[in-house]
């Protein structure tokens, strides 16, 4: 069974730029989430996704969006990148969304942000 | 404020030898607390999950315990291999208003021939 696909694998964008990350889930899990993996502060939840819907933000600025379509696959945004935004992007998927505290989260390899 | 906290920071073991791995929280309330393995350049990889109710999961040469009233865990690793050579990140949720993923910074494990 195919894992979790997260495209592109590697970007370098400049400050004010945006960009779009997209996450293809496990087939049959219903529940995206997607976090930010920076050497400073470790992992951190950005936001989830269930059948479409935002569950839980982390504490995070407006500039980071994010959304799920009705095939589970999901995206988010971050617009007006600053220098400190440069980190890996993880999405997750599962059967229920992570916050729920059940079932197992699968890890995709990530997109490695560069901004410069 | 919830936070997770790990010990040690990094950690330098021979192979064959066993070590333990330290995880302190303060989220509550609590849900359930994960232990996942990040290879160098990977995504996470799940060990364990582990709800209010349970003391101790294993996972093959892993296993994990939980202390819900010390709010502490640790994962011991037994007879190490190099390829269990990475970062380990414990994970807490919380249930309610606190219900998000709070990660500790991980350990960084390294295993030597």
């Known amino acids: 069974k195919a894992g979790v696909t997260q495209t592109p694998r590697y970007l370098i964008k400049t400050r004010g730029q945006q960009v779009t990350l997209s996450c293809s889930p496990i087939s049959g899990h219903r529940s995206v989430s997607w976090y930010q993996q920076t050497p400073g502060q470790g992992l951190q939840f950005l936001f989830e996704y269930f059948s479409e819907t935002q569950r839980n933000k982390g504490n995070f600025p407006g500039r980071f969006s994010g959304r799920q379509f009705s095939n589970s696959r999901s995206e988010m945004n971050v617009s007006t990148l600053e220098l400190g935004d440069s980190a890996l992007y993880l999405c997750?998927?599962?059967?229920?969304?992570?916050?729920?505290?059940?079932?197992?989260?699968?890890f995709g390899e990530g997109s490695r942000l560069t901004v410069l | 404020k919830n936070q997770v906290e790990q010990s040690p920071q990094s950690l330098i073991i021979l192979e064959g030898k066993n070590c333990t791995l330290q995880?302190?929280?303060?989220?509550?309330?609590?849900?359930?607390l994960r232990w996942y393995k990040q290879d160098t350049g990977r995504g996470p990889v799940s060990l364990t999950i582990?709800?209010?109710?349970?003391n101790t999961k294993s996972n093959g040469r892993y296993t994990a315990t939980l202390d819900a009233d010390t709010k502490q865990s640790s994962l011991h690793i037994t007879a190490s291999q190099l390829s269990d050579s990475a970062s380990y990140i414990c994970?807490?949720?919380?249930?309610?208003?606190?219900?998000?993923?709070?990660f500790g910074t991980g350990t960084l494990l390294a295993v030597q021939p």
């Open positions: 995880c302190n929280y303060t989220v509550s309330p609590f849900s359930n």
């Open positions: 997750a998927s599962s059967f229920s969304p992570p916050t729920s505290g059940r079932g197992e989260l699968f």
């Open positions: 582990m709800t209010f109710s349970e």
């Open positions: 994970v807490v949720s919380g249930e309610g208003a606190t219900n998000k993923l709070i």
